[in-house]
Nanobody, 121 residues
Framework: VQLQASGGGLVQTGGSLRLSCEAS????????MGWWRQAPGKEREFVSA????????KYADSVTGRFTISRDNDKDTVYLQMNSLSPEDAAVYYC???????????????WGQGTQVTVSS
C-alpha cells in the first residue's frame, strides 16, 4: 500500500494550497481517508476526514470554514483544499487511510509520507 501525498509548499499568509494524496494497493473506496498534520515539537493532530462514499466529512475546529476535503474514487485520490492559511497551519501534512475511520489516530491503517506546508507571515 502506498499513499503518495503532494501539493505542499511555501505560501504567504492568506494564501491557498491544494494537497493531493493518491493511493495504490488498497480498495480505495472501502477506506475512510483523512489528513493529519504535525508541527515541530508538537503531536500529530487531526485535520479532516471523509468517508469512503464521500457522504460525510469532519474537520478540526481550527480549520472549519477554511479547509475542504474531497475525494475522487475513480482516481483513488483524496484532496485537501486549504484557504486563508496562517502560520499556525504550517506543518507536515500526512494523508491517512482507515478502514473504520480516519478521525482517530489509533484507527489509521496506513500513512502517507507527508508533505511540507510552510506559511510565511
Amino acid at each position: 500500500v502506498q499513499l503518495q501525498a503532494s501539493g505542499g509548499g511555501l505560501v504567504q499568509t492568506g494564501g491557498s494550497l491544494r494537497l493531493s494524496c493518491e493511493a495504490s494497493g488498497l480498495p480505495f473506496r472501502n477506506y475512510a481517508m483523512g489528513w493529519w498534520r504535525q508541527a515541530p515539537g508538537k503531536e500529530r493532530e487531526f485535520v479532516s476526514a471523509i468517508n469512503g462514499l464521500a457522504t460525510r466529512t469532519k474537520y478540526a475546529d481550527s480549520v472549519t470554514g477554511r479547509f475542504t476535503i474531497s475525494r475522487d474514487n475513480d482516481k483513488d485520490t483524496v484532496y485537501l483544499q486549504m484557504n486563508s492559511l496562517s502560520p499556525e497551519d504550517a506543518a507536515v501534512y500526512y494523508c491517512a487511510a482507515g478502514l473504520a475511520t480516519a478521525t482517530q489516530i489509533g484507527q489509521i491503517n496506513y500513512w502517507g509520507q507527508g508533505t511540507q506546508v510552510t506559511v510565511s507571515s
